[in-house]
């Protein structure tokens, strides 16, 4: 799934440099350390993503509005091609 995040400068930097060095994307990079890091000794509780992925119809109405919200308040570009 596609996603955006806002890395400070320096870091970002830092990011390029290391994943350039070992001769890999910036993306792999990243989605290499964040597996590492999630898939440390786990601090969630059992069944924590299970319960967060079971969406109640409530819960699906609110989750609709508020991607319509963030999709209206884009304005620098429109939404990725999937």
Known sequence: M?????????????????????????????????EKEVGRDDPWSPGFFERLARIEPDDAAAIDEMVEAIRAGRTRKGPPAL
Do not use: E
Request: a positive charge; glycine letters at 4%; hydrophobic letters at 45%.
């Open 2 to 34: 596609a996603t955006s995040l806002h890395i400070p400068g320096p870091l970002l930097d830092a990011v390029d440099r290391r994943a350039r060095h070992l001769k890999m994307s910036r993306n792999r990079f990243i989605v290499r350390a964040l």
